[in-house]
């Protein structure tokens, strides 16, 4: 079974940054898109950075030039790196992992959150 296992989170001062982490394991036999999602609460889940087999990125406005993603496919890692975190950007951040299986089939997983809190 997949196991996604984020760290990373925690509370910040507004103009700060964070790093976090997603490591997956298990079946995994190829990597077709690695991202991460963010959820405030009485919101609804949304994209906050992708990238794609192909290396496409993907960033909505409310990040745009302030968060950066990147993967390591060998190490099945990927980090998202928050800089001038507001007080907006406070959720709970989930790693989510496209792949193949074992038996060819597509499965998303999710890892189990961490949290982001941007206060003064």
């Known amino acids: 079974q997949v196991q996604l296992v984020e760290s990373g989170g925690g509370l910040v001062q507004p103009g700060m940054s964070l790093r976090l982490s997603c490591v997956a394991s298990?079946?995994?036999?190829?990597?077709?898109?690695m991202g991460w999602y963010r959820q405030a609460p009485g919101k609804e889940r949304e994209l906050v950075a992708g990238i794609s087999y192909d290396g496409t990125i993907n960033y909505p406005d409310s990040v745009k030039g302030r968060f950066t993603v990147f993967r390591d496919n060998a190490k099945k890692t990927v980090w998202l790196q928050m800089n001038s975190l507001k007080p907006e950007d406070t959720a709970v951040y989930y790693c989510?992992?496209?792949?193949?299986?074992?038996?060819?089939?597509?499965?998303?997983?999710w890892g189990q959150g961490t949290q982001v809190t941007v206060s003064s």
């Open positions: 989510k992992l496209d792949h193949l299986d074992l038996w060819a089939r597509v499965t998303s997983d």
């Open positions: 298990g079946n995994i036999v190829s990597i077709a898109y």
